[in-house]
């Protein structure tokens, strides 16, 4: 928890900001001074400011004013402006500092006292904030750790099904067929049989190491990989898929992004295969010069507003896990419904895609 937060003291006169200095001091935080709006505009966008002490009798912009220019930057949505005044001291212009975004308003003279209680609440508030934000942002890495964890063990253990159960059998299945060539044909031919359930557990197995991790994601890339499982779902499931790339000539993309979004799409078809009663789906990928759009959307009976919200307590480990791999890449996840249907839409700023590709697209 940051021990220290910085305070601005705003006041055209440099005997009042002394005098506030002096009254806050004990407070331990770091205490800034600001003689115009100006200055003080310039140290809000340089410096991460808890409390804002705002004189309202200043020349060239007024406080009201200043307040007003602050509240319309989105970094000082909730930055804390308590307004001194010695001459505005009617309700009106109390309501006119409310109004403005003050969170106080202190006549003068001013109670040392009082100033200090004030400043220490909302220094105190803009402390916790920034120890939740910082421990907000540790729990998006030890989640997105945890998803890299699990992607290589799914890799691994796709691997194993694949190179070791996989070949085991496949060499059973070969001493099978050696035996019913050298046994003569019967009525009840159990080595025949018996190979016919070997080949059946073999395509079983391939088919869940693919599923685990595909081949074709490391050898083709996202586009191919999709290509191949909506191909799948829509023979085991029965819904009509589609897959929309655009450009067409969809390029390759980083391992771990690539990775991710499989993961995502899987997921959000799983979702449209076991809650949404739907016959159709539709998987977008649209890569921009600001970034990709990801868009799962199906003709099934769509979801409630509560899920649209992701309200704790709506939402499942699934949609769960899409949200923090759509955080994990720096994007925004939301679920919206498609009437008919649902839609699952990711947006992932270039910024954070270290892809040569999007340069040139």
């Known amino acids: 928890m940051p021990r220290n937060v910085n305070i601005l003291m705003v006041d055209d006169q440099p005997s009042k900001l002394l005098t506030y200095e002096v009254m806050l001091a004990e407070l331990g935080d770091n205490l800034i001074k600001a003689n ?192 191949w499982y909506l191909d799948g779902i829509a023979e085991r499931s029965g819904i009509e898929t589609k897959l929309d790339l655009q450009p067409s000539d969809f390029p390759r993309l980083s391992p771990q992004l690539e990775r991710t979004l499989f993961r995502i799409i899987q997921e959000a078809l799983t979702n449209v295969f076991r809650h949404s009663r739907a016959q159709k789906a539709c998987v977008t990928l649209v890569q921009k010069d600001t970034g990709l759009l990801l868009r799962v959307l199906d003709n099934g009976k769509g979801v409630g507003e509560q899920t649209q919200q992701l309200q704790p307590g709506s939402i499942g480990v699934g949609i769960g896990g899409m949200r923090e791999r759509a955080r994990e890449l720096g994007g925004d996840f939301r679920i919206l419904n498609a009437s008919p249907g649902t839609i699952v839409e990711i947006v992932i700023p270039s910024l954070v895609l270290p892809l040569p590709a999007l340069a040139t697209a």
């Open 36 to 227: 115009s709006a100006r200055e003080a505009l310039e140290i809000l966008l340089k410096t991460n400011i808890a409390v804002v002490l705002l004189d309202v009798s200043m020349p060239d912009i007024d406080g009201f004013e200043l307040a007003a220019l602050i509240r319309q930057h989105p970094r000082f949505q909730r930055t804390a402006i308590i307004f001194i005044s010695a001459v505005h001291l009617t309700d009106l212009d109390r309501l006119k500092g409310y109004q403005r975004g003050a969170v106080d308003y202190i006549s003068v003279p001013v109670v040392p006292e009082l100033l200090r209680a004030k400043v220490s609440v909302f220094a105190d508030l803009h402390r916790q904030a920034l120890q939740l934000e910082e421990l907000n942002r540790e729990l998006r890495r030890l989640s997105g750790s945890l998803m890299t964890a699990q992607d290589e063990e799914r890799r691994r253990f796709a691997r194993d099904l694949h190179d070791g159960i996989g070949q085991e059998l496949a060499a059973a299945k070969i001493m099978l067929d050696s035996m019913s060539i050298r046994m003569p044909i019967t009525g009840d031919n159990c080595v025949g049989e018996a190979a016919e359930i070997i080949d059946r557990v073999i395509q079983q197995v391939r088919s869940m190491s693919h599923l685990l991790h595909p081949p074709l994601l490391d050898e083709g890339g996202l586009s191919s990989a999709l290509r």
